[in-house]
């Protein structure tokens, strides 16, 4: 059957719809991936080297430094751990695979376009897989974002870290994003709710991170850590260690679970009701 | 039943199959064992007051929801086990139409065009212009009757075999409205489906083959158009200058529901109104009221039809 392209458009797929749709958003949260950075690579001059700020660091409490990940920290890697990956750009990228995530189908069912999306052909698995690609994509897309810019920039203040910690590091944020935006994602398929599928991956969220960062000062934590999905994300230390495949290698099995799990829910389910 | 008067002659089997559905919700609501079959054709009116399960039989049969109990079939495919091919044969306009309101009409009509991998541009602009839509404002922007126009191309484009309008006319103006009953019309001329819902007699008077009445969850009452307004073709209030007999206006022809209250008569006509008004003119007549009956004395009228057969 005859076909014609219209405008520019690329609404092909439900996956090409559900990045299109999200398109100014992702080139938001990528601008401010590239704003992290660059603010911290513009602050780095100031701690490279600096004997007066090793030495401050030096006498902070274990704890303290074991929390916020802070080792080695006038070195390059040891910087760009404390001050983007064992926080804040995770964690950034886990708001926005959640907020998405959560919205995927349970958005659609609440706004009530599922109705209307349901009139076409489309099976309710092809419609989650879709949607659950854009969403690993558009992750993909702004986490590339950060170590796109920490590589080409980084030289310029004299901040050098090897390929893999970056890229290891960059990988392990995005899967965990990835991760919880699936949870959310989940929730959401198997309740039509937003609301409440953002609010306990939230807490699941906060919880792994927690589970993750206090396993290095309380010990009783520490033979639990590997319930915690940021322990095996950041709390391994990728920019210390560089690809951890068999950490990896667990996410990844989480990840396909709850892809998995919001399939088989949205299929069995009344929608928008 | 359908149209078998027509060219094609009498189909083999219906386009919709509703076996036994019931579908019941934890808050109340919902349908309660709908069994009714639609022939290719034919233009059914699923006609009821709001909150009767129009909309959840609509949802069901698109696959939407999932029925507690009995079967689905649209054109012989399980609504259930074949959603994808059943629904790839259907045109559906939801009762609650919410769009993706970012995208323009173009857009969006171009997205679903792909998404069923058949109508052509051609065919959507000629829709469109059809129903003078305007493509290229963002849904978002549009008046509720230009973003239903925007449900029903959507619906129409492809020319499905069949089509599923939930309260298709609500929110546009009277000559859209005409231009809607026309399109119906028109796709079963073609030999292909349509069920619409409506709780407006009038609209599906005017285009439907058949109605089926529901209420609270049950099809009470499936029937050709004009037996069902056989039923109760005018409705006559009167008021006179003096209080009437017990038995004033007993005995004329036609009259199917009668009822006087001092001064006043309600009277069900469904034969001829000649003799009413010659009895009319035997008194002194204050006020005069002759209409269409409404849904709900439509619905009165079916009833004490029904008992008066039992």
């Known amino acids: 059957m005859r076909r014609r392209e219209v405008g520019s458009a690329h609404l092909h797929s439900v996956f090409e719809r559900t990045l299109h749709e999200q398109r100014r958003a992702l080139v938001g949260w990528s601008l401010g991936m590239v704003a992290l950075a660059a603010t911290m690579l513009a602050l780095y001059p100031t701690v490279h080297g600096n004997e007066q700020f090793s030495k401050l660091i030096d006498s902070y409490p274990e704890a303290f430094k074991s929390f916020f990940g802070v080792a080695d920290y006038t070195s390059g890697p040891g910087y760009l751990r404390a001050e983007v990956f064992s926080f804040m750009a995770p964690l950034l990228l886990v708001i926005l695979a959640v907020l998405w995530g959560s919205d995927l189908t349970a958005g659609e069912e609440e706004r009530g376009t599922i109705d209307v999306l349901m009139a076409n052909p489309v099976s309710r698995r092809r419609i989650v897989a879709e949607k659950w690609a854009a969403l690993a994509v558009g992750v993909a897309v702004v986490a590339a974002s950060l170590g796109v810019v920490i590589a080409v920039a980084g030289p310029a203040v004299s901040l050098h870290v090897g390929w893999g910690p970056l890229w290891a590091s960059v990988v392990a944020s995005g899967i965990l994003a990835l991760l919880l935006g ?6 959401g398929a198997a309740t039509g709710r937003r609301g409440m599928a953002r609010g306990v991956t939230a807490m699941v969220a906060v919880a792994a991170y927690l589970l993750s960062s206090l396993a290095g000062l309380v ?38 679970a709850c892809a998995v799990a919001a399939l088989v829910a949205f299929d069995h389910r009344d929608l928008g009701t | 039943m359908g149209s078998l008067d027509s060219d094609r002659g009498i189909p083999d089997r219906p386009a919709i199959v509703l076996d036994d559905v019931s579908k019941r919700y934890r808050g109340g609501g919902g349908v309660d064992g709908v069994t009714l079959d639609v022939w290719p054709g034919e233009v059914f009116g699923f006609l009821g007051p709001n909150g009767a399960g129009k909309t959840t039989t609509i949802r069901l049969l698109l696959d939407l929801i999932r029925p507690d109990r009995g079967t689905i079939t649209v054109l012989g495919l399980d609504t259930r086990r074949d959603s994808v091919a059943a629904r790839r044969r259907i045109g559906y306009l939801p009762g609650e139409l919410a769009l993706y309101d970012r995208m323009t009409a173009r857009e969006l009509l171009t997205h679903f065009a792909y998404l069923r ?10 829709l469109a212009s ?5 493509l290229d404002r963002p849904i978002r922007e549009l008046s509720k009757g230009n973003r239903q126009k925007v449900g029903l191309v959507q619906a129409l484009m492809g020319r499905p075999d069949v089509l599923v309008l939930d309260e298709p006319t609500s929110g546009l103006d ?18 292909r489906t349509v069920f619409l819902s409506s709780h407006v007699l009038p609209e599906v008077a005017q285009v439907a083959d058949r109605v089926g009445l529901i209420r609270d969850g049950r099809v009470i009452a499936v029937e050709r158009v004009q037996d069902l307004r056989g039923h109760a073709a005018h409705i006559v209030d009167a008021r006179f200058a003096a209080p009437l ?3 004033a206006f007993g005995d004329l022809p036609g009259v199917d529901g009668r009822r006087v209250a001092g001064d006043t008569v309600h009277l069900e006509v469904t034969g001829p109104l000649a003799p009413v008004v ?10 005069l009221s002759v209409r269409e009956p409404d849904l709900e004395e439509l619905f009165l009228a079916f009833y004490e039809g029904a008992d008066a057969t039992a």
């Open chain 2, 130 to 134: 059809q129903f003078s839509l305007e």
């Open chain 1, 182 to 187: 699936s949870l959310a994602l989940a929730l």
């Open chain 2, 174 to 191: 009277p000559l859209v409205q005409h231009q809607v009953h026309r399109a119906i019309r028109d796709v079963a001329a073609d030999g």
């Open chain 1, 219 to 256: 010990s009783w934590l520490r033979p639990v850590r590997w319930l915690s999905p940021w322990y095996h994300a950041l709390g391994v230390d990728p920019m210390a260690t560089g690809f951890r495949p068999f950490h990896l290698a667990v996410l990844v099995l989480l990840v396909a």
């Open chain 2, 117 to 126: 991998g058949g109508p052509t541009w051609e065919e959507i602009g000629r």
């Open chain 2, 278 to 287: 010659r009895e009319l003119g035997r008194f002194d007549v204050v006020d």
């Open chain 2, 245 to 247: 007999a017990d038995d």
